[in-house]
């Protein structure tokens, strides 16, 4: 975006000029400027330190290290160059390195930069974030990234949005040098996430961490379910008998003949037990023969397991199903599992029953 002035009864066009042609520096200039006025990427920073770079083994050093007024650290890496480099990879780094930091020892690191006394670095910091003393809170583990640079590759920002996506939390300004005769001008503007869009990406943020929550409590479950049905299994079954416990929903064994997979799926408010047949992508028309050649055995198969059971020839699937459905599923309280486990291994061994000579008669 050009920068204008208007000029009588029009706009005239501000001159661009780069860093590098200004002859100005990264540490020097750039890094010191921010420095002084750290405001100009959020009003809610506080510069802690420079050239911080206290960890073993790395001669690496973050340009800027600073605290939000939410307790959390802030890397800023700084570049004057028109693509960034790789910057967020090493933001990223800074980021892991600084993110065991106590409060003790960002105190620490005040003082050395701000030449105060360690009790007075303390207090500056609590003084910034609202506290009485240490105790009043904790430092977050969710470290905030920064990235300035006179422009962004492609590279960088495709990265930054997918980072972003994935629960990060990385700012990008874009600082622009502009020439107005004796007057050098710097348009700052912050380009991910769009300011416009920040409370939007804020709450998109925390409804995928709350997905991922509920999603990772939901694995939980169902590998809990699994194990106890696989040792409830034994004895009865052999299906699943030398599996793992899944973290899915389902949960597959084997009836002896590649393709024809024997699965316990787990659903809301209901579970089933299936013969679900796949020979892959390039043999769905065997796949569908397969089925066919069973379901022209319906009636004795049926007669076999005990009741009716659900044929799905599943149009446009790579696959076919055979299956028997019951109620209950993962919302039952966990001291109701073992009546649903003992049910689904039921009707599992009578499904086993009524296909394992068929299937094992069928010429596919």
């Not at 479950?221 to 899944?246: D, K, Y």
């Not at 699965?263 to 299936?274: G, R, T």
């Not at 065997?286 to 009741?307: H, N, P």
């Not at 039952?332 to 068929?358: I, K, N, T």
């Amino acid at each position: 975006m050009a920068l204008f002035r208007i000029s009588g009864e029009s706009f005239e066009r501000v001159a661009e000029t780069t860093f590098t042609r200004e002859r100005l520096q990264e540490r020097q200039d750039l890094q010191r400027l921010l420095r002084a006025d750290i405001s100009v990427l959020g009003d809610d920073l506080m510069v802690v330190t420079q050239e911080f770079g206290e960890w073993e083994d790395s001669n690496r050093r973050i340009d800027l290290l600073c605290l939000d007024s939410q307790a959390r650290l802030v890397v800023v890496e700084l570049k004057r160059t028109d693509d960034g480099g790789h910057m967020e990879l090493q933001a990223i780094r800074y980021a892991a390195m600084v993110s065991g930091m106590t409060f003790d020892q960002l105190a620490s690191a005040h003082s050395r930069y701000t030449g105060l006394d360690h009790p007075s670095a303390e207090a500056a910091l609590l003084s910034f974030l609202g506290w009485e003393n240490e105790t009043d809170g904790a430092l977050s583990d969710e470290v905030r990234i920064i990235l300035v640079s006179g422009n962004f590759s492609r590279e960088i920002t495709t990265a930054v949005l997918w980072l972003n996506k994935q629960g990060l939390d990385i700012t990008c300004y874009r600082m622009r040098p502009h020439r107005v005769g004796a007057e050098l001008l710097v348009d700052i503007q912050q380009i991910i996430p769009l300011p416009e869009a920040a409370d939007y990406e804020t709450k998109l943020k925390a409804q995928r961490q709350e997905e991922k929550r509920v999603l990772s409590a939901r694995r939980e479950i169902f590998h809990r379910f699994w194990t106890q049905l696989i040792e409830r299994s034994r004895g009865t079954t052999s299906v699943v008998a030398n599996r793992n416990p899944s973290n899915d929903h389902w949960l597959t064994g084997s009836i002896g003949r590649s393709g024809f997979a024997m699965n316990f799926v787990l659903n809301q408010n209901e579970s089933s037990v299936e013969c679900y047949i796949s020979f892959g992508r390039d043999r769905a028309d065997q796949a569908l023969a397969a089925f066919r050649a069973l379901e022209g055995q319906k009636d004795q198969i049926e007669t076999v397991f005990g009741g009716k059971l659900i044929w799905q020839d599943l149009p446009g699937k790579l696959g076919c199903r055979i299956s028997s459905r019951i109620a209950g599923g993962w919302r039952l309280p966990e001291d109701e599992w073992s009546d649903l486990q003992e049910r689904l291994v039921a009707e599992m061994v009578r499904l086993e029953r009524a296909l394992r000579q068929p299937v094992a008669n069928l010429r596919v």
